[in-house]
Antibody, heavy 120, light 112 residues
Framework: QLQLQESGPGLAKPSETLSLTCTVS??????????WGWIRQSPGNGLEWIGS???????YYNPSLKSRVTISVDTSKNQFSLNLSSVTAADTAVYYC????????????WGQGTLVTVSS | QSALTQPASVSGSPGQSITISCTGT?????????VSWYQQHPGKAPKVMIY???KRPSGVSNRFSGSKSGNTASLTISGLQTEDEAEYFC????????????FGTGTKVTVL
């Protein structure tokens, strides 16, 4: 059974870069045709898609976050990562990693989420 | 792109049926049969219950069903059970040119 697990610091300082990793177990990032993505949930903005990456490294980003987001994949570690730069309090949220199968638009597997607070 | 509108809360007694609405616009729900519904228990990962408006993934109870009319999608839970108490949110595809996904505001389902 596929499992996704987010990890990373729970606290980030304003203007710094938020970095999270999603470790995939029970399946390989390299197999099949899947997009691996990040979604966040905050009290102010609800759920928001951040971006996705394909195993080839092709990325797709939320236009409103594109200038600050980088998503990368490390197939050797079966992980993909999120970097969000120049964070502010508005970036405080629970961050989820999730999987979407090519040809579909729903997310069929999610991690449990990790809370990241932006505060000095 | 604005969030899809859901009622904040819906409640029902065991065995009853409830319906959760998800209202969007002609740019998302109204244009695509690509609405999905997710169930989330506190502290747990969201789980897809319905995709493409009315399709159930393998393993999801047939007590869960989805439909759509115009700009509003709906999730119906029949034969309500205590384990159905959770947060539910919808998501619609909104086209690939700008923001492909728009999510609902979420609905807390309480089993009385």
């Amino acid at each position: 059974q596929l499992q996704l697990q987010e990890s990373g610091p729970g606290l980030a300082k304003p203007s710094e870069t938020l970095s999270l990793t999603c470790t995939v177990s029970g399946g390989s990032i390299s197999s099949g045709s899947f997009y691996w993505g990040w979604i966040r949930q905050s009290p102010g903005n609800g759920l928001e898609w951040i971006g996705s990456i394909y195993k080839s490294g092709k990325t797709y980003y939320n236009p409103s976050l594109k200038s600050r987001v980088t998503i990368s994949v490390d197939t050797s570690k079966n992980q993909f990562s999120l970097n969000l730069s120049s964070v502010t309090a508005a970036d405080t949220a629970v961050y989820y990693c999730a999987r979407r199968e090519d040809g579909y638009v729903h997310f069929d597997d999610w991690g449990q989420g990790t809370l990241v607070t932006v505060s000095s | 792109q604005s969030a899809l509108t859901q009622p904040a809360s819906v409640s029902g007694s065991p065995g009853q049926s409830i319906t959760i609405s998800c209202t969007g616009t002609t740019s998302d729900v109204g244009s695509y049969n690509l609405v999905s519904w997710y169930q989330q228990h506190p502290g747990k990962a969201p789980k897809v219950m319905i995709y493409e408006v009315n399709k159930r993934p393998s393993g999801v109870s047939n007590r869960f069903s989805g439909s759509k009319s115009g700009n509003t999608a709906s999730l119906t839970i029949s034969g309500l059970q205590t384990e159905d108490e959770a947060e539910y949110f919808c998501c619609s595809y909104a086209g690939s040119s700008t923001m492909p996904y728009v999510f609902g505001t979420g609905t807390k389902v309480t089993v009385l």
